[in-house]
């Protein structure tokens, strides 16, 4: 098979939502459906206890929401489909972020009666910014919801983009029979679900007039179902494929991931409206993934996904040419050409090796510590860097120490590890000692899964204080003199801390004492992100 028909067949999606609207069970259903797994667990099962396949961390099983994201792989009528599960819980936004770097299209879920939510709404201004395709899924429609037309007008007038509903659901609110598919002019009417969503769901296909249908659905809701699609037809949004490529029109899907209610025909829709692996943005221009010379960017690393190896696995998006196992590869941060060894491919925690990849694919590479977030990975004889990676501001800071000053060591490397990943920042107090650091976030949530990460991972079990300090702000003088707490009028003001690279950084609890350092130290600049010298 050529490089461009490998490239064909790809598709990788990130799944986007606010936290608790579906999205780890819509992902576990897609790898059902996908023959990846051959029972689907709800995270909320009480009679098998499963867990979301994609929830790996123990964290994640106790509390029943997702911290990382997830890259999962699987096969499905020749797509070869590579899936990123996204943490919805606001304080996890970054990864989410970061995640969405290494897409071509996102899967955005709603809940039924709650519509789109806060942390929707930044997920999608992100994807928006991007550029990048949506498609919707409106989901839990075994339950009570709001009436499918509003959440249509919803989509459109809160997000701001034009909604096509692919598929319309048949029946009254939360006792749905089927959906009718607008594309195909057919009806699919679901039998009972039995299984409790752990097998796929047996459906019937009728053409849209069949007699027996109307029978089965009642002459009331057929005429109830011909009215709004009437009104579809007349007064809503046309199919349009060019402005569906352009994220500008999201195809929107009605059913339910907990009973596998059209799940199955969002995938094979989304498959086929879904783009290829798309070209990415360096700086020696437009790299397109049909490029024969190999090239890929890091966009997650996590340690630990074997707590019993303490393996470190640095992610990578290939972009162009072929990947091949071993293969010597010219690493942009150190200017050196390093070795890609025991690259894998997962299905959540499960992993094997592998000994190609294309486009469009996530591999996971062993990391011995060389690799960071938006590495760039090219042909020796092609050097380039892809465009940078969005840097995010901490909100919420706080002092972390062991409470073992014995255990210093594997406490440092905690912290070290975790940082690389990026799920913290890290900044060293001045002339406070080095038995304490203070630790950067964007939520208070990621404390809390740093205290436990720490514990289960680490064996070191740390005091954790809260800072009341709310700005962070790196700093520099115009002429090159060097910032101290000495040299800056106001640094008792906050608290003067270095990052990891020793730049200068203050810490203060508002914008009013951020605006009296600004107005008594000339010549200061200031930034919500690292300077570049």
Same mark, same amino acid.
């Given at each position: 098979?050529?490089l461009a028909?490998e490239?064909?067949k790809?598709?990788?999606?990130a799944?986007?939502?606010?936290?608790?609207?579906?999205?780890?069970?819509l992902t576990?259903k897609l790898?059902?459906?996908?023959?990846a797994i051959?029972l689907?667990?709800?995270?909320?099962s009480r009679?098998?206890?499963?867990h979301?396949?994609?929830?790996w961390m123990?964290?994640?099983k106790?509390r029943?929401?997702?911290?990382?994201?997830?890259?999962?792989?699987f096969d499905?009528?020749?797509?070869r489909i590579n899936i990123?599960?996204?943490p919805?819980?606001q304080?996890?936004s970054?990864?989410t972020?970061r995640t969405?770097?290494?897409v071509?299209?996102?899967v955005?879920?709603?809940?039924a009666a709650k519509?789109?939510e806060?942390?929707?709404?930044?997920?999608?201004?992100?994807c928006?910014e991007?550029?990048?395709?949506?498609f919707t899924?409106?989901?839990?429609?075994?339950r009570?919801?709001k009436?499918p037309?509003?959440?249509?007008?919803e989509?459109?007038?809160?997000l701001?983009?034009?909604?096509?509903?692919?598929?319309?659901?048949?029946g009254i609110d939360?006792?749905?029979?089927?959906v009718?598919?607008?594309?195909?002019?057919?009806?699919e009417?679901f039998?009972?679900?039995?299984?409790h969503?752990?097998s796929e769901?047996i459906s019937e296909?009728?053409a849209?007039d069949d007699?027996i249908m109307?029978?089965r659905?009642g002459q009331?809701?057929?005429?109830?179902l011909q009215?709004?699609?009437?009104?579809l037809?007349?007064a809503?949004?046309?199919?349009?494929k060019a402005?569906?490529?352009?994220?500008?029109l999201t195809?929107?899907f009605?059913g339910?991931?907990?009973?596998?209610?059209?799940?199955?025909?969002f995938?094979?829709?989304?498959l086929?409206l879904a783009?290829p692996?798309a070209a990415?943005?360096?700086?020696?221009?437009?790299?397109e993934?049909?490029d024969?010379n190999?090239?890929?960017?890091?966009?997650?690393?996590q340690?630990?996904?074997?707590?019993?190896?303490?393996?470190r696995?640095a992610?990578i998006?290939i972009?162009?040419?072929?990947f091949?196992?071993?293969?010597q590869?010219?690493?942009a941060?150190?200017?050196?050409?390093?070795?890609?060894?025991?690259?894998?491919q997962?299905?959540a925690q499960e992993r094997?090796?592998?000994?190609?990849?294309?486009?469009g694919d996530?591999?996971g590479? =062993? *990391?011995p !510590?060389?690799?960071?977030?938006?590495d760039? +990975?090219?042909? #020796?004889a092609?050097k380039?860097k892809?465009?940078?990676?969005?840097?995010?501001?901490?909100?919420k800071?706080?002092?972390?120490?062991?409470?073992?000053?014995m255990k210093?060591k594997?406490?440092?490397?905690?912290?070290e590890?975790?940082?690389?990943?990026?799920?913290?920042?890290?900044f060293y107090?001045?002339?406070?000692?080095?038995d304490s650091?203070?630790?950067g976030?964007?939520?208070?949530?990621?404390f809390?899964v740093?205290?436990?990460?720490?514990?289960s991972?680490?064996?070191v079990?740390v005091s954790?204080?809260?800072?009341?300090?709310e700005?962070a702000?790196?700093?520099? =003088? *115009?002429? !090159?003199?060097?910032v101290?707490?000495?040299? +800056?009028?106001? #640094?008792?003001?906050?608290?003067?801390?270095?990052?990891?690279?020793?730049?200068?950084?203050l810490l203060v609890?508002?914008?009013?004492a951020l605006?009296?350092?600004r107005e008594?130290n000339a010549?200061?600049i200031m930034?919500?992100?690292p300077?570049e010298?």
């Open positions: 098979m050529t028909e490239i064909s790809r598709r990788t999606f799944i986007i939502s606010h936290p608790d609207a579906g999205k780890t069970t576990e790898l059902l459906y996908g023959g051959h689907a667990g709800s995270i909320k009679k098998t206890q499963r979301a396949v994609s929830d123990e964290i994640e106790q029943g929401i997702s911290v990382t994201s997830s890259v999962l792989q499905y009528k020749n797509f990123l599960d996204t919805g819980h304080d996890f970054e990864d972020y969405l770097m290494a071509d299209s996102a955005m879920v709603l809940d519509g789109v806060a942390q929707t709404k930044k997920l999608f201004k992100v928006r991007r550029r990048i395709p949506i899924f409106i989901n839990k429609l075994d009570y919801g009436i037309l509003d959440l249509l007008d989509v459109e007038n809160v701001g983009i034009r909604a096509y509903p692919m598929n319309f659901p048949i939360g006792k749905y029979m089927g009718y598919d607008r594309q195909k002019n057919r009806v009417l039998a009972e679900d039995t299984t969503g752990q769901r296909i009728f849209p007699k109307i029978n659905i009331e809701t057929f005429d109830a009215e709004d699609l009437m009104l037809d007349e809503g949004e046309k199919f349009d402005k569906i490529d352009a994220g500008d195809p929107t009605f339910s991931a907990m009973t596998n209610f059209g799940v199955q025909n995938l094979e829709e989304y086929r783009p692996p990415r943005i360096s700086d020696d221009g437009i790299i993934p049909e024969e190999f090239s890929a960017f890091v966009f997650k690393i340690a630990n996904m074997n707590p019993a190896h303490r393996d696995l992610f998006r972009c162009s040419g072929k091949e196992r071993n293969m590869v010219w690493h941060p150190t200017n050196k050409i390093i070795k890609l060894a025991q690259p894998q997962f299905l094997q090796i592998i000994e190609e990849a294309y486009p996530i591999v590479l =062993f *990391d !510590g060389i690799f960071g977030i938006g760039t +990975l090219t042909d #020796a092609h380039f892809f465009e940078e990676f969005p840097t995010f501001p901490p909100e800071f706080a002092r972390v120490s062991a409470k073992d000053t210093r594997q406490f440092a490397k905690g912290i590890q975790l940082t690389q990943e990026g799920a913290i920042q890290l107090p001045v002339g406070m000692g080095n650091y203070v630790v976030t964007v939520g208070t949530l990621q809390e740093l205290q436990y990460r720490l514990k991972e680490y064996s079990d954790l204080t809260m800072l009341p300090f700005v702000r790196w700093l520099k =003088f *115009d002429g !090159g003199e060097k101290t707490p000495t040299s +800056l009028k106001g #640094a008792n003001r906050g608290m003067f801390l270095l990052d990891r690279a020793e730049n200068p950084v609890e508002n914008e009013w605006g009296w350092i008594n010549k200061l930034s919500a992100t300077l010298d």
